[in-house]
């Protein structure tokens, strides 16, 4: 008798604590409502050193291309478009979107750096160290090298990485790097160098075998110069292999 009624009890107890897990389980989502989106937050990482892309853009970007995101279901909200169409702008590097509890969408994003300004008369754009070109801002300029001249379209990507990769290696180097006070092309596409001190013209020609041609003026500098004096020679010729023509 004793057992009988022991197990009903064990029974029983089972039963009662099922209803209050439940009870307590349909409340606590009953409570939980779906939080939806109430605005942005954009965060620039380097908007200290770089102002190619601003908050209002990005709001810009998300209205035109993307739409509405405010009072959407944060779950509903296509985060992964959202960075790809971000990254599809020329002055971002890299673009990352996410939402927190507190109803907010989150974008941060990282600027591509410049590190060379192509400009001919008042057109131009920059490139950062890969030679991927991005456009000029009115409102802000990088310090960075200029090459002027005949410059590459902006969708010239071979040469216009083949270039960036001559102002790599010169900003690079210890003994070029404050060296050269321009870097100019002519019409026929070949590149020049002209010395901050000096009235030589260095004629790189097309950026390539640039340890070579950086040799060859070492050479120059260290016994062309020193044998013929300032001001002998006009321009230096570098394009030819195991040639340095001097006139």
């Not at 990352?96 to 410049?114: H, I």
């Not at 590149?191 to 013209?201: S, T």
Request: charge should be positive.
């Amino acid at each position: 008798m004793k057992k009988a009624v022991r197990n009903i009890l064990i029974v029983i107890s089972a039963v009662v604590i099922t209803i209050v897990l439940s009870w307590a389980y349909l409340a606590g989502n009953s409570a939980r409502k779906p939080l939806v989106c109430k605005g942005l937050r954009v965060t620039i990482a380097d908007s200290t050193t770089n102002s190619f892309i601003s908050k209002a853009d990005i709001s810009r970007f998300l209205k035109e291309e993307y739409g509405t995101y405010k009072e959407v279901l944060l779950d509903n909200i296509n985060l992964d478009k959202i960075e790809k169409m971000l990254e599809g702008k020329s002055a971002i590097n890299k673009a990352e979107a996410f939402v927190t509890k507190d109803g907010m969408l989150n974008v941060s994003v990282t600027q591509r750096r410049p590190a060379v300004r192509f400009q001919s008369g008042n057109w131009g754009y920059y490139a950062d160290a890969e030679g991927r070109s991005f456009p000029l801002q009115r409102s802000y300029a990088s310090h960075v090298p200029v090459v002027d001249g005949n410059i590459p379209a902006m969708t010239d990507t071979v040469k216009i990485v083949r270039t960036t990769a001559l102002v790599n290696f010169l900003e690079k180097s210890s003994t070029w790097k404050n060296k050269f006070v321009q870097i100019r092309i002519n019409e026929k596409g070949d590149i020049i160098l002209i010395p901050r001190e000096g009235k030589e013209r260095f004629i790189i020609g097309q950026p390539c075998k640039l340890e070579e041609k950086g040799e060859k003026m070492k050479m120059y500098y260290t016994h062309i110069l020193p044998a013929k004096g300032e001001g002998h020679y006009k321009t230096i010729d570098l394009r030819f292999d195991g040639q340095i023509v001097c006139r």
